[in-house]
């Protein structure tokens, strides 16, 4: 349920001196998640060296004397950061530097978001709702989420939405028919280059995907584009995606509290349950339809040869990052 | 008035791979200027040096998958980004160098606006309203618009909002009441270090401010604050203001199209006609309504000694930047 604008709800950002943090805090300040009704107070997360910084972009939202904003809170402490925040955006995480192997930065991340599960655990709203889009993603979301037991598994998410997104536009572009008419494309499993992007069971313009694209571009160009897309911003814009990462983390948020419109779904990284096959417990792109303010797994879906083997594979690379880090996942106390 | 939803209206941004092109684009994209139901296209300019960066905004763009967004035209000639263009953000410049001289900038960017004025007269919709954000903004609007023989003066405007909402802001931070509660408030002048945010026309929650707030906070603190946030921001940030000044471009865009609040004014750059003392035609801050797609100057106020004196020496200011482009300024014919 989208909140009462009676009072300022609590956004939490994490991270939010750089760039994506940077490219979603005016957006949200401005009232781009819960319209020019709801007054909100930002409260920002960063690393010690980077309060400075953040000191910066704080002077910046003040100049811009946006009506809803009431307060910002600045901090290096997640206990304070978090304290009775409504919603929150953990974005920051470690980028991997030279030399740094795969499982080095999992273990980095992993502990700063076992910190972050600790503190939203002891200190957010008994309603908040978490998405995770520092990477890797989903398996921060795993940690944070085994390191809250007082929170439900629910209340936990991760982004697929920048994938969800880069797929409708791509389908968008080659079948020449507005994004708006695009529906029903998920993009299962892990935020990585393992990633599937289904558009099996999509409909563009109401009909079939599967009628209108050919399945040779869907194989060898639209699934490979998307995984390999972020390295492609990189290589165009010297700089990874910040914006277009900010504007799906809106729009994820957006569908979660308002609803995913009838006859169409999103995707969005959630516990699994054992659903279509997968591991239970690990955090999983799932076609997903929000009403009411909670999230659900859309069922029934008849899944090819194709994409059982394709979901297996990001299945069995969340597994091995699960393997990475099962000394910081307690075992889950939950009902 | 605000255009009609069924057609995509023309939004140019020149500068667009610079950083207040990047906080500026994904906002225009989301329909934060038009609202939800008014699709664009976007009009991208950028040196050529800068298009491969222009390249991968645009992919980000694009990987939004923004219902409204229905093309992306970019381009490294003025004469191509401004074909048919209903609004105009000029935000490229060429930034100080370190050893250029204040006259030399003026210059370097001076013919940099004179080939985007030439550009929009032959090219832009006849409606187009044109906002310079792109420094020295009031001259360059000034040289923009005489290069515009057949635009009419009263479509160019420059941005003094940045520095009217950082006067906004820091009124609500010593007075604690809500941006929104403060009115008439005026920046007057140069967006420079002249300017002059004046309040002594301003109401806090109805009541005159300057009951409200002591003139020594006023004039030793409020004042010179703004004149210098701009570096105080770089000194923090370690980065000029981006999002800041992107968030006002549109707020000054917005008002212009649907119009300022009834009892209320905001400032915009505009050529000036001699009122309240004003060199007649330099690009002026003033107290500006907008109704009906229009704008014009807040007649009548009493100005204080003060405020003539603070007013004197940013003319003065305009009219030395004036005079050294005066060879780029065909002297006007219009009627």
């Known amino acids: 349920m989208p909140p009462s604008p009676s009072k300022p709800v609590r956004i939490a950002v994490t991270g939010a001196a750089g760039n994506i943090g940077y490219a979603l805090l005016f957006r949200l300040a401005s009232g781009a998640l819960l319209g020019p009704d709801q007054p909100l107070i930002l409260h920002l997360l960063e690393i010690p060296q980077a309060l400075p910084a953040l000191s910066g972009v704080a002077m910046e939202l003040t100049d811009c004397a946006f009506p809803l904003l009431r307060d910002l809170k600045l901090s290096d402490q997640a206990s304070q950061a978090f304290d009775g925040v409504d919603y929150a955006f953990l974005v920051g995480s470690r ?23 600790r503190a939203l655990n002891e200190r957010a709203s008994r309603q908040v709702r978490i998405l995770v889009v520092g990477n890797p993603a989903n398996t921060n979301a795993l940690i944070a989420s085994r390191n809250a037991p007082d929170l439900a598994e629910h209340q936990f998410s991760s982004m697929m939405r920048l994938d969800h997104n880069r797929t409708l536009s791509l389908l968008s572009e080659r079948s020449r028919i507005p ?16 990633q599937f992007p289904d558009i099996e069971q999509a409909l563009i313009a109401d009909r079939p995907a599967l009628e209108q694209i050919d399945s040779t571009w869907y194989h060898d160009t639209l699934i490979p584009t998307v995984q390999q897309r972020g390295a492609a911003i990189i290589k165009a814009r010297g700089a990874s995606s910040a914006a277009s990462a900010a ?44 009403q009411g303010g909670g999230h659900q797994i859309v069922q029934g879906l008849a899944l090819s040869e194709f994409a059982r083997a394709k979901i297996a594979l990001t299945d069995r690379e969340l597994r091995e990052e699960r393997d990475g880090v099962l000394d910081l996942l307690p075992s889950s106390s939950r009902g």
Chains 1, 2 share one sequence.
Not at 179 to 194: F, K, L, P
Not at 253 to 262: A, E, F, L, Q
Request: glycine share 12%; hydrophobic share 35%; with cysteine.
């Open 95 to 117: 980028p991997r530097t030279q030399g740094m192997e795969r499982k080095d930065l999992l273990r980095v991340n992993a502990e700063i978001f076992k910190a972050q599960g």
């Open 179 to 194: 994004v708006a008419d695009i529906h029903r494309v998920t993009v299962w499993g892990n935020h990585s280059s393992t």
């Open 247 to 290: 504007s799906a983390a809106l729009d994820h948020m957006r569908d979660w509290i308002v609803g995913t419109p009838k006859g169409t779904w999103t995707s969005m990284g959630i516990a699994a349950n054992g659903d279509y096959g997968v591991e239970p417990g690990i955090f999983f792109g799932y076609p997903v339809e929000c």
